[in-house]
């Protein structure tokens, strides 16, 4: 079994969206385009393929990171 | 072939069964679309004959609304099959579709509606669940609104965001929208028969309306959305079917495939295509080493639709002009033959006149090639995810907020507002205010309060982006 690696932290989800694009610093905020982005992402690290409902609590990078924490600390 | 109750509607020259013969023609067990359930995952293919009958049903649920012959129909609706069949029903009951992103807010609908005095307007019944789909399964309700007869002729009319502040509007009539379709059959490269399209961008807006429904169904190739708006599913929905599939998107998804960290071997895989602004070299290239399949480039807009392509991805950055299409540069412009202007309610001679509309598109056309170069936008439209906005209309939309003074918008790598008030307000209310009146999509990622903004010594705004950022605390 391969083990999961532990879920993103803020630093890693913001480096994960700069990958999409310049950000304008100290953006919290995140768009529907970033969603996607952030969703795609945790797809390709991590297999696991996040709820709608979940998707409809991230409005912010700190709601990122508590409901990764959430989906895929459930998932190990 | 001609189905029943298709009208026939004087003063447009050709009438409503255009949708049969150029839309729904073909053989009864042709799909049309190949859907994936939400629930389960499962495909469900709506054929043509199913297609036809969802149409007319459509047809009596519109004319018992009160949509009349030569009246306009609002769908503000999602990419979903309620989308697909109301539309059709309204072209083929002789009616006019205005076309309302279902992500614009309430006011941005009021005011269209307001402006363009529908018969009647189709809207979800609840509203849409936020997630990454692409096509939606929708309830609609249908509102009776007006008596009135359609304001001109064209069949369809798209909201484009303006420069002078509230949105442009754009018609194009039916046997524009045929030309056009016809256009894409003269393409070399574009998906035939029997194959399949992976269609990712909104077919509220014109790339994915012609390039993808309508040419679709013209030509007889399976529509497929993707479950989800996701590197993964766009895979699944290549590998979903045997038959050649071609993925028509935008940049953005570009990056989203690019990414797939170890994609299956996809042998039916043919093309990408995408519209909007170019993407990066290394993006392309990896694409192309890890799918390698052609990454093909088109340019087009709401006005004309499909302007010119590189389906082969050899002419990168410059594209071919399609067939029947002629582009001329003035100054540093690009210009496109067009018989008549595409606004209704706007005379602006700098953006199209003599038979030519002024693109605004900085550009180039080679005399010995005949090539198309694109070099970006010389007014202040940019695009986000593939959707067009004009900075004029957020800076003009601030603008009306209660205790603005003033307000510069500009791009700063994304939409970055600086604004000055003439009473106290905080941050949030501004842009709750401005929630109100704007799409996510047009609105300010950054939004900074500053308490004079810049301006030249005659009193102008400055939008240089050093001295507003100098400017900014």
């Known amino acids: ?76 | 072939m001609t189905m029943d109750g298709a009208v026939v509607v004087p003063g447009i020259s050709q009438g409503a069964q255009w949708v049969d013969e150029v839309l729904l023609a073909g053989p009864a067990n042709d799909i049309c679309f190949r859907l994936t359930q939400p629930a389960d995952g499962t495909s469900v293919p709506i054929d043509r004959a199913k297609l036809r009958r969802l149409v007319r049903d459509r047809q009596s649920e519109l004319a018992e609304a009160g949509l009349r012959p030569g009246g306009a129909a609002a769908l503000r609706l999602p990419p979903s099959m309620a989308f697909v069949t109301h539309l059709l029903a309204v072209w083929r009951s002789g009616g006019q579709a205005i076309l309302l992103d279902h992500r614009l807010t309430e006011y941005e609908v009021r005011r269209a509606i307001e402006r363009l005095v529908p018969q009647v307007v189709v809207e979800p019944e609840r509203p849409i669940p936020a997630g990454l789909r692409t096509f939606f399964e929708v309830d609609t309700a249908v509102a009776s609104y007006s008596g009135h007869p359609a304001g001109t002729t064209h069949a369809v009319v798209q909201l484009s965001s303006g420069s002078t502040g509230p949105s442009k509007v754009i018609g194009r009539t039916a046997e524009d929208l045929v030309e056009e379709v016809l256009r894409y059959t003269r393409i070399d490269g574009v998906p035939l028969r029997g194959e399949r399209l992976i269609l990712l961008p909104s077919m509220v807006h014109v790339l994915g309306l012609v390039g993808g429904l309508l040419y679709g169904l013209h030509a007889g190739v399976e529509l497929v959305p993707p479950a989800r708006l996701t590197g993964d599913a766009i895979v699944q929905a290549i590998a979903s079917g045997r038959t050649p599939a071609t993925v028509l998107g935008v940049p953005f998804h570009i990056g989203l495939l690019a990414s797939v960290q170890r994609p299956p071997n996809l042998p039916q895989f043919k093309r990408m295509t995408t519209g909007g602004e170019l993407v990066p070299a290394s993006v392309s290239q990896s694409f192309e080493i890890k799918y390698g399949v052609p990454l093909a480039n088109m340019y087009g807009m709401t006005e004309v639709g499909v302007i010119g392509t590189d389906l082969a991805g050899v002419h990168r950055p410059a594209i071919r002009p399609a067939p029947g299409i002629e582009v001329r540069e003035v100054d540093g412009e690009l210009h496109v033959r067009r018989p008549e202007s595409p606004y209704l309610g706007l005379s602006d001679p700098a953006r199209w006149s003599d038979g030519w509309l002024h693109t605004r598109d900085a550009g180039a056309v080679d005399p010995t090639t005949g090539l198309v170069t694109i070099r970006g936008r010389l007014d202040s439209q940019v695009s986000v995810g593939g959707l067009k906005v004009d900075l004029t209309e957020v800076e003009y939309t601030l603008g009306t907020l209660r205790g603005v003074e003033a307000a510069v918008v500009v791009f700063d790598g994304s939409i970055t507002a600086y604004v000055q008030l003439r009473e106290r307000r905080d941050r949030d209310h501004l842009e709750a205010d401005l929630a109100q009146r704007l799409a996510a999509y047009k609105r300010p990622r950054t939004l900074h309060i500053l308490d004079q903004l810049p301006r030249t010594t005659t009193g102008k705004l400055v939008r240089d982006l050093t001295v507003l950022r100098k400017a900014a605390p």
């Open chain 1, 1 to 76: 079994m391969t083990l999961m690696p532990p879920p993103p932290g803020r630093a890693e989800i913001i480096d994960w969206l700069a990958g999409l694009g310049e950000r304008p610093p100290g953006a919290e905020r995140i768009d529907s385009m970033e969603l996607a982005w952030l969703v795609h992402q945790v797809e390709q690290r991590y297999g696991v393929e996040l709820p709608d409902d979940q998707l409809e609590r991230i409005a912010t990078v700190d709601d990122a990171v508590a409901v990764l924490a959430e989906v895929l600390t459930s998932h190990v």
